[in-house]
């Protein structure tokens, strides 16, 4: 039987095998993996690896700040750079404004995804329980196939655990994922006038400001409240030693727990705050110690961190992004880095170097989220019925980052310079190729939004062992 597409002679990895197989593809679907298949169009994937594309679940795209400054990426740079760094699914986040009714969010988040190159769903962002019909509106959100939502402790939009137990509550109820910005507030902003007093504002005062028990003590609250509250629980940017402990202790015991680290606290560490335009690695939690850093690479080892994500947060080096209040205040400089052109490539030369299988690299850039965020047997995989979202990956590519060669809006990468090993070479999105040969083949508007599935697959949530501990 001849094939519309044939991805023939590559070396497949999923996060369960690694094996040499040729892939059919039909009506945007995986039709056939086998030998000596056929096809009417067919690419050479001889001496490349064929995975799924990546799923960038962690990024801020057209989303106001906290303090409200936008991102300098939309949905049709964002995704387009995404795409070039691998993926082929975005997760960014619709946030809720301060007194916003929760119905106003997703229309205004669809315009502005509207571009978008790349499949996307959304994470919706709660910064405010108190408006009306707070809990119908997070229903019908759900119901729209945005299943998963994430909330602060920290910041002015910061809930307090009476209003985390709430929204936890809902999410039980309704089969939809908390997803927590996990640091403590009063500790932050006890250091941060601390500092002001004493006029020590330069950016390594951001990180002393920022310290991991600040972290570890929301991270253990957040797991203790949700256990209570027998919800499923998503910790976001995990860069704490003590923080890693309690998801490992609170998973270990079965508690519907998932986790995320994100490539900046694996590959940066706290040492960049101190370089002449250190301003632009302040992104919170802040980056941290070398031995931290080693901490979070056994996290991801050993399956207690559940993926790395961008947390492509992207404002500019300049007046209109993280100088707009002079630069010279850490206090006053927008919080976050980009990176989703980079998390692929990043997390693959930790294959190269040998910290990590293949199959954990498939694993934690596109499987987990699949699976967690509810695009399960879609997306995250190579198998006959799933979407036919892959990345054709050249391992032996050898590279230097230079931001000239990015597709983002931004002005900088906080990995400039950087020696790599593997690139991604043709991505491939339902069936149409959209980066072939350096170029985007893809138009603005061909992503499709995604009605991802409840938390475990059905209405009901999975909390998991309720016991006390
Ligand atoms: O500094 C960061 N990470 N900014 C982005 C917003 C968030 O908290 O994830
Ligand atoms: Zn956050
Ligand atoms: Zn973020």
Redesign the pocket.
């Known amino acids: 039987m001849t094939q519309e597409l044939v991805i023939k002679g590559g070396m497949v990895a999923t996060a369960e095998a690694v094996f040499m197989a040729d892939i059919a593809v039909s009506s945007g679907k995986i039709a056939a993996i086998g030998d000596g298949l056929v096809g009417a169009e067919v690419i050479d994937a001889t001496g490349k690896l064929v995975l799924p594309g990546g799923i960038e679940s ?1 990024c ?1 795209l057209a989303q106001e ?2 303090t409200g400054m936008m991102t300098a990426d939309g949905y049709e740079s964002g995704s387009i750079s995404a795409a070039f760094g691998g993926n082929t699914t975005i997760i960014p ?1 619709a946030a809720q404004l301060k007194g916003q009714p929760i119905s106003a969010v997703l229309p205004t988040y669809d315009a502005r995804a509207a571009t978008s190159v790349l499949d996307y769903g959304y994470h919706l962002i709660v910064s405010d329980t108190s408006v009306p019909n707070f809990r119908e509106d997070m229903l019908a959100v759900f119901d729209r196939g945005v299943t998963s939502f ?1 909330v ?1 402790l920290t ?1 002015d939009i910061r809930l307090s655990d009476d209003q985390l137990l709430d929204v936890l509550e809902i999410g039980r109820d309704a089969g939809a994922l908390t997803m927590v ?1 996990a640091e403590n507030n009063a500790m932050i902003d006890r250091l941060r006038a601390e500092y002001g007093a004493e006029g020590k504002l330069t950016p390594p005062y951001h990180t002393l400001s920022r310290p991991e028990q600040a972290e570890a003590e929301a991270i253990s609250r957040a797991i203790r409240l949700a256990r209570f509250a027998g919800a499923p629980l998503f910790i ?2 995990v860069s704490s030693v003590d923080g890693l402990a309690e998801i490992a202790a609170a998973r270990a015991k079965g508690q519907a727990l998932h986790a995320e680290t ?1 490539p900046q606290y694996l590959f940066l560490t706290d040492e960049a705050l101190s370089r002449p335009e250190g301003g632009k690695y ?4 802040p980056l941290r110690s070398a031995t931290t850093q080693a901490a979070l690479w056994q996290g991801l080892q050993t399956g207690v961190l559940d993926m790395s994500s961008s ?1 492509h ?1 992207p404002y500019r080096y300049d007046e209109t992004g993280k100088l707009a209040n002079g630069g010279d205040d850490f206090r006053k400089i ?4 980009p990176g989703i052109e980079l998390r692929l490539p990043l997390m693959f030369q930790a294959v190269h170097d040998g910290r990590l299988t293949l199959q954990q690299f498939v694993a934690m850039i596109s499987s987990n989220a699949a699976r967690i965020f509810g695009l399960q047997g879609r997306k995250g995989t190579i198998a006959p019925g799933a979407d036919a979202d892959l990345a054709i990956w050249d391992p032996n590519l050898s590279w230097t980052v230079k931001h000239g060669d990015m597709h983002d809006a931004m002005d900088y990468t906080p990995f400039e310079g950087k020696e790599l090993t593997g690139k991604p070479e043709t991505m491939i999105q339902r069936g149409h190729i959209i980066v072939a040969d350096g170029q985007l083949v893809a138009a603005p508007g061909d992503g499709d939004f995604l009605h991802r599935a409840r938390f475990g697959g059905g209405n009901g949530a999975d909390p998991g062992d309720q016991s006390e501990f």
């Open positions: 962690h801020h700040s906290s986040f994430k602060f910041y910005h976001v940017h994100c302040i992104c919170s939690p947390d947060a927008a919080n976050g880095m």
